[in-house]
């Protein structure tokens, strides 16, 4: 693969690639940037929101305050208010002109701010009835929509802009070019001198080769590269247009389908040590003792897993899963096969918490099989150990010895896993949980701990649309569990509107001790630590625990727990409330994931609103895990209609992570799904969405396939770039999932 990231190898590529101060000049390069806009590239895949007709008017119903715009609309009315005379002062106050404009349904206004002579200037210029093009920023004043000092053009009875200045003789050409296209602007670079700098990029392009090959081209249906880019920038057509920007789609997915199909062909490449389970081994004993049965899907995925681990090519599988699917149990099975096949499994885990959390619950599922070498135990069993940054020195010491000699079959531990002096006797499989809170690096150097490249376990309790896990998760085998293992209880959930029903929030702590009474225990989360203390509009843990160990809930057993805590007092608050020894836990999303107290059959979140509809969903699998019914209170004071409150509605109306998952990405950007935040600020995808181009996402998956078929040591120019290009944008954070 080494050998398609030598460079940029095609002459279009190359141009496109160069810095946009080349082609306009340092200062228009600048004004650019803030975009995100550096390269010639960059710019001509930058393509109109939509597009009007040079004598089309414009619907100003579809205008949004705080937008740069051009608009092409009918002088309705001129009002003219002339400036008057200060008390005190020799100037006149400037006057100003109202311009009403419509589109013969809607209406904005465009006032001047001026002297007298600059307002009689302007209405000469203007004139009702006639239609012009108004460029500028669309603000509000009393309630209605309007431009101060748009830039405007008028057009004559033909349609035809009268050009009076350099400005004017751009803007004709914006509107008199077939289409105007209505590019996102600012107030630097308004639409028509963005038309204007992707005319000059487009005349700067040379090179006439297309990067991709011909056969590529045809099984797409798509443009040549030049073409795509003339026909969003100077469409004669709506339909030409079109076409142009599925070219740059589909230029977008290909290029990640591409840097995945090869990780894919490079992963498959390397050999790894198969790893089979004994007949009699301890995977036999685990099924025999485990106090219930399988679901169907974690039969069927297991088999999937197993048969992998079999293999001598390291396997690279996510498994997915509805909160409380059991992807532990999974998981699990697949370390107990490579502890008999010799090796041993490590797993990963973000946070302390969730790493303790593991190590119990393995070390209950196991119950003597993980006892190790003790006299006693089953001649099967293994050692099973714990490894974090909190742990005393001996304990720390005696984990890392066990790990070494190979004693302890599976390590479990956090960040700590990751230091020099952590070794591994043979290490053939890596569980990641929760994997986008890793690095590149952080991933690597657990790897690189292994005499052989070790199979590759990543799990994720966050549901993952279709389409995303094709573009992110691209280069693994993907396996799903939907199905809930019998016994999980039904979870209810209310929207609690505490700005217009008070009552019901005392009435939510009144239903905490009706919980508590029964015996059972209850979550309370925040979304933060400290409420106005650190800057918070509202309560924080600290501030609402505080509240109610002194009113609602001042009968109750009440513990907190946040990150902030030191990590001995953090285990010992977890620990009490799993043994019960706590009713109420008052925490933040540190008990997101992994965290499993069946007897917990109530959640109340404070400030729901400030969550995501994922996080939520997270949140709300924390409670039902018993055999106990369970009841969700989200408590907001947003109003309904807002979209803040719809996105509480939603997760109220359903239990189904995979269509909340679905509503999630919707009403998030796309680069958040992509993981950005890790990969910096320039997210890899400009045009595609993924959920609205999820079949043209499988298109270039199963095309991107057959380059690498064709293709295999990626001697085509266009395919290196096209991944060097994609790396570049991404830094390779998102990408990288060894």
């Known amino acids: 693969m080494e050998q398609g990231l030598s460079g940029w190898r095609t002459a279009m590529y190359a141009e496109l690639a160069a810095p946009l101060g080349q082609v306009l000049g340092d200062r228009t390069a600048k004004e650019f940037a803030t975009l995100r806009i550096e390269t010639v590239g960059d710019l001509l895949r930058f393509i109109p929101r939509r597009y009007l007709s040079g004598t089309e008017l414009t619907d100003l119903g579809t205008l949004v305050e705080g937008e740069h715009v051009a608009v092409i609309a009918k002088v309705a009315r001129i009002s003219r208010f002339e400036g008057r005379n200060s008390p005190g002062r020799r100037e006149t106050r400037p006057g100003r002109l109202e311009v009403l404009l419509s589109d013969g349904n809607g209406r904005l206004t465009a006032t001047f701010f001026g002297k007298a002579h600059l307002l009689g200037w302007w209405e000469r210029q203007l004139g009702e009835g006639v239609a012009?093009?108004?460029?500028?920023?669309?603000?509000?004043?009393?309630?209605?929509?309007?431009?101060?000092?748009?830039?405007?053009?008028?057009?004559?009875?033909?349609?035809?802009?009268?050009?009076?200045s350099e400005e004017k003789e751009r803007i004709a050409a914006l509107a008199t070019g077939g289409l105007v296209g209505m590019y996102p602007a600012t107030a630097k670079l308004p639409t028509w001198k963005v038309a204007e700098c992707a005319r000059l990029a487009l005349s700067a392009l040379s090179a006439v080769e297309d990067p991709l090959p011909d056969w590529l081209r045809e099984s797409a249906g798509v443009l040549r590269l030049a073409d795509a880019f003339a026909a969003v920038h100077h469409p004669l057509s709506l339909a030409e247009a079109a076409r142009g920007a599925d070219r740059l789609r589909f230029d977008e997915a290909l290029a990640t389908q591409l840097t995945m199909a090869y990780r894919r062909a490079d992963a498959a490449s390397h050999t790894a040590k198969p790893r089979s389970a004994l007949p009699d081994g301890l995977l036999t004993a685990f099924d025999a003792r485990l106090p219930f049965q399988l679901t169907e899907g974690q039969t069927e995925v297991s088999a999937a897993i197993l048969d992998d681990l079999a293999l001598a090519r390291p396997m690279q599988r996510l498994l997915q899963g509805e909160v409380g699917s059991g992807k532990t149990v999974v998981a699990l099975r697949a370390m107990l096969a490579v502890v008999d096949a010799g090796g041993q499994a490590a797993l990963l885990a973000p946070t302390e918490v969730l790493a303790h959390q593991h190590f119990q619950t393995i070390k209950a599922l196991l119950g003597d099989l993980g006892g190790g070498r003790m006299l006693g135990?089953?001649?099967?069993?293994?050692?099973?150990?714990?490894?974090?940054?909190?742990?005393?020195?001996?304990?720390?010491?005696?984990?890392?010895?066990?790990?070494?000699?190979?004693?302890?079959?599976?390590?479990?531990?956090?960040?700590?896993?990751?230091?020099?002096?952590?070794?591994?006797?043979?290490?053939?499989?890596?569980?990641?949980?929760?994997?986008?809170?890793?690095?590149?690096?952080?991933?690597?150097?657990?790897?690189?701990?292994?005499?052989?490249?070790?199979?590759?376990?990543?799990?994720?309790?966050?549901?993952?649309?279709?389409?995303?896990?094709?573009?992110?998760?691209?280069?693994?085998?993907?396996?799903?569990?939907?199905?809930?293992?019998?016994?999980r209880a039904d979870v209810s959930t209310v929207v609690v509107d505490a700005a217009s029903r008070p009552a019901w929030v005392d009435r939510a702590w009144g239903r905490v001790r009706e919980e508590v009474a029964t015996g059972r225990q209850v979550f309370v989360v925040c979304p933060r630590i400290g409420g106005r203390g650190d800057g918070g509009e509202g309560k924080g843990v600290v501030e609402l625990a505080e509240e109610l160990r002194s009113g609602p809930l001042a009968d109750v057993r009440l513990g907190v727990l946040h990150g902030q805590l030191p990590s001995d007092t953090k285990d010992q608050v977890m620990a009490d409330f799993a043994?019960?020894?706590?009713?109420?836990?008052?925490?933040?999303?540190?008990?997101?994931?992994?965290?499993?107290?069946?007897?917990?059959?109530?959640?109340?979140?404070?400030?729901?609103?400030?969550?995501?509809?994922?996080?939520?969903?997270?949140?709300?699998?924390?409670?039902?895990?018993?055999?106990?019914?369970?009841?969700?209170?989200?408590?907001?004071?947003?109003?309904?209609?807002?979209?803040a409150r719809d996105r509480l509605d939603a997760v109220a109306s359903t239990r189904d992570g995979f269509l909340l998952a679905e509503l999630d990405l919707e009403q998030r950007r796309e680069g958040d799904v992509l993981g950005a935040s890790q990969a910096g600020s320039r997210s890899s995808l400009r045009l595609l969405r993924v959920l609205?181009?999820?079949?043209?996402?499988?298109?270039?998956?199963?095309?991107?396939?057959?380059?690498?078929?064709?293709?295999?040591?990626?001697?085509?120019?266009?395919?290196?770039?096209?991944?060097?290009?994609?790396?570049?944008?991404?830094?390779?954070?998102?990408?990288?999932?060894?």
Not at 145 to 162: C, E, K, N, T
Not at 406 to 416: F, L, Q
Not at 610 to 621: A, D, E, T
């Open 132 to 164: 012009g093009v108004f460029i500028g920023k669309v603000g509000s004043f009393r309630d209605q929509l309007q431009m101060s000092h748009p830039v405007f053009a008028m057009l004559d009875a033909g349609g035809r802009i009268v050009a009076t």
């Open 377 to 487: 135990t089953p001649d099967v069993a293994t050692d099973v150990v714990l490894l974090t940054g909190s742990l005393p020195a001996g304990t720390k010491r005696s984990a890392l010895l066990r790990a070494a000699s190979g004693e302890a079959g599976i390590v479990i531990g956090t960040h700590a896993l990751l230091a020099d002096r952590v070794q591994f006797a043979d290490l053939g499989l890596i569980v990641v949980d929760e994997q986008h809170r890793f690095g590149v690096e952080q991933r690597a150097v657990l790897a690189d701990k292994a005499s052989s490249r070790p199979h590759v376990l990543v799990l994720t309790a966050t549901p993952i649309p279709r389409s995303v896990a094709m573009t992110i998760f691209g280069d693994l085998d993907v396996s799903t569990l939907a199905e809930l293992p019998a016994g």
């Open 579 to 643: 043994a019960g020894d706590l009713d109420v836990l008052v925490a933040t999303t540190v008990i997101e994931v992994g965290v499993d107290v069946p007897n917990a059959s109530m959640m109340v979140v404070w400030d729901a609103d400030r969550f995501g509809i994922s996080q939520l969903h997270q949140l709300r699998g924390r409670i039902g895990r018993g055999g106990h019914p369970g009841v969700c209170l989200l408590i907001s004071s947003v109003p309904a209609g807002e979209p």
């Open 692 to 738: 609205e181009h999820a079949d043209l996402i499988a298109q270039a998956r199963e095309l991107a396939a057959t380059c690498v078929a064709r293709d295999p040591g990626m001697t085509t120019p266009g395919f290196a770039d096209a991944v060097r290009a994609t790396e570049l944008l991404a830094s390779g954070d998102w990408l990288e999932r060894n």
